[in-house]
């Protein structure tokens, strides 16, 4: 029998929207704060400090372009598939206990990454590093929404917004220092001791609120649809650049993918518990910040998934320095989160949302205006503009999703959230990823030949093309000078333009999530939040 009362609006029932002020450490709003953002920083600084590193990864386990994508997408595709389970057994058994759990998951599969001698070992602790990332991520956005009040909501949001800002913008940098002055494996190992801090913290403070009417019971056959959805999806999209995107392989997985997302739309109107309620999309606000967030994260992760080669590889920058050169991007993150949740507090998220994807936009035109002689200064300006636009789109977004929801259900709106933002990920990876390879192969032929360089065979093509879409010169042990600095000029030259067309897709995209930011208001289920007494 199709359920008419899981996903309406949280009843105001005093004891279960304004819990008893706290006392002491334990639930008080602000050190919840801090307690989340500890496990949540980890987390994010993952999803780019890696991008960092690959190169070195790549050289110490001779493994491939495509290895290379799998530490990557590895770790979105288990984040992806898990998040919205996630966020259900976070409202099922409780939020703080599921934070607690992905912390310590996190830092164990870190741990194990560093001390891994294969690219295989590598790519399934990442994988295993997703999993745990996926309790963690929704269980944040629960605690913060079950303890704070509706008028501080978006300042915690922002904040938490400036975290996770902070953290994907800052991960290059530190990256970089660890890279450079340790090794590739003090990426992962820095992890442990922020693991065991954020353990602690949440064991003093965390405390857990769980909504009277929240779930009872589990969707197993609605579990397994999704997650199986979910999965073909990221997996066609993971896969399109090896196969094409013209291969029966991948549209068949595209059309599994569709099937299962359609059985898991019948199958949710029938169940008494679904694990996501569809009433839930017939909020316009809601539905709109789910895609939003997606297309925020085709444009920021695909885009900076090439700017590290670029700046490392293109322009022969350490670690450090690529790290440096991203700062802007990191410091307008950090300034502009909290503004951003003042702002939307003040006027609503519309025009928030609206004005940073516009930069977005403008920002990602400008990166695809780069070459290989272009100065720090112009870096500089169209990173920060990217980082001044992400900023309102991450936090205004969050607060759309999770505060349209109802408060049982705010780690499944939690786990939307992060999903959207994983698969959009994945999507510009993928997506930008072949548009990168698609040029690279169409355009180095004719360079090649045009610098009147020796005819390659259509297997050293292949080796070549493969190079050049991570910028690296093929130059062959032994070449001659003359010829050598033909080549790297070739290969420089064509993974430029790859990358400017990669990225006037991704500022398409933003552009379009423009008009997609007008449907944005404020969340209408914010006031089932804290009482104002926590603060």
């Not at 164990?108 to 590598?122: F, H, Q, R, T, Y």
């Not at 606000?285 to 085709?298: D, E, Q, T, W």
């Not at 989160?337 to 998220?349: H, V």
Request: charged share 10%; hydrophobic share 55%.
């Amino acid at each position: 029998m199709t359920s008419q009362t899981t996903v309406e609006k949280a009843p105001k029932d005093p004891q279960d929207s304004i819990p008893a002020p706290a006392k002491g450490l334990r639930g008080h709003p602000w050190l919840t704060l801090f307690a989340v953002a500890i496990g949540v920083m980890m987390v994010a600084l993952d999803g780019t400090i890696v991008a960092i590193a690959n190169p070195a990864i790549q050289k110490d386990l001779g493994a491939t372009f495509a290895d290379v994508q799998w530490i990557t997408n590895g770790y979105f595709l288990a984040l992806a598939v898990t998040l919205i389970t996630a966020g259900k057994l976070g409202d099922r058994f409780g939020h703080r206990q599921t934070f607690l759990i992905g912390v310590v998951g996190f830092a164990a599969a870190s741990g194990a990454i560093g001390l891994s001698g294969s690219i295989a070992l590598v790519v399934t602790f990442r994988v295993l590093q997703g999993l745990f990332g996926a309790l963690l991520m929704p269980a944040a956005l629960g605690l913060l929404r079950a303890t704070f009040p509706a008028e501080k909501l978006n300042m915690a949001i922002g904040i938490w917004g400036m975290v996770i800002g902070a953290s994907t913008a800052g991960g290059p940098i530190l990256g970089g220092l660890l890279v450079q002055h340790v090794s590739w494996q003090s990426v992962f190992f820095i992890n442990i001791p922020v693991g065991v801090i954020a353990l602690a913290l949440g064991i003093v403070i965390l405390k857990d609120h769980r909504a009277k009417n929240a779930p009872r019971s589990f969707d197993i056959l609605g579990i397994l649809l999704l997650s199986t959805a979910m999965f073909c999806l990221v997996w066609a999209l993971i896969k399109a650049p090896a196969w094409g995107w013209g291969d029966g392989k991948t549209w068949g997985f595209v059309a599994a993918s569709v099937i299962c997302f359609a059985l898991f739309a019948f199958w949710e109107t029938r169940v008494a518990e679904p694990l996501i309620p569809l009433k839930l999309f017939r909020s316009v606000p809601l539905s709109a910040g789910v895609v939003l967030m997606v297309l925020m994260a085709i444009a920021f992760m695909g885009g900076l998934f090439f700017v590290t080669f670029y700046l490392q590889n293109v322009h022969g920058m350490s670690p450090v320095d690529s790290g440096l050169h991203l700062l802007p991007l990191t410091g307008m993150m950090i300034v502009g989160s909290p503004l951003a949740g003042a702002l939307i507090t003040k006027s609503g998220p519309r025009i928030p949302l609206a004005g940073g994807m516009v930069l977005t936009a403008v920002a990602m035109f400008g990166m695809s205006t780069l070459s290989t002689d272009t100065g720090s200064l112009p870096m500089s300006v169209w990173f920060a503009m990217l980082g001044l636009g992400l900023a309102p789109v991450m936090v205004g977004a969050t607060e759309v999703i999770v505060g349209n929801a109802p408060m049982e259900l705010s780690g499944v709106a939690g786990g939307l959230q992060q999903a959207a933002m994983q698969i959009g990920g994945s999507l510009g990876t993928a997506v930008l990823g072949a548009v990168m390879a698609s040029k690279v192969d169409g355009d180095l032929p004719g360079n090649w030949a045009d610098a009147q360089l020796p005819p390659l065979t259509p297997a050293q093509l292949d080796q070549a093309s493969e190079a050049v879409q991570v910028g690296v010169p093929p130059v062959a042990p032994g070449t001659p000078p003359e010829i050598a600095g033909k080549i790297v000029s070739v290969a420089h030259d064509t993974f430029i333009s790859g990358m400017g067309l990669a990225c006037l897709v991704a500022a398409g995209v933003a552009a379009v999530a423009v008009f997609v930011a007008l449907l944005a208001k404020g969340g209408s289920n914010a006031e089932a939040g804290a009482g104002a007494a926590h603060i």
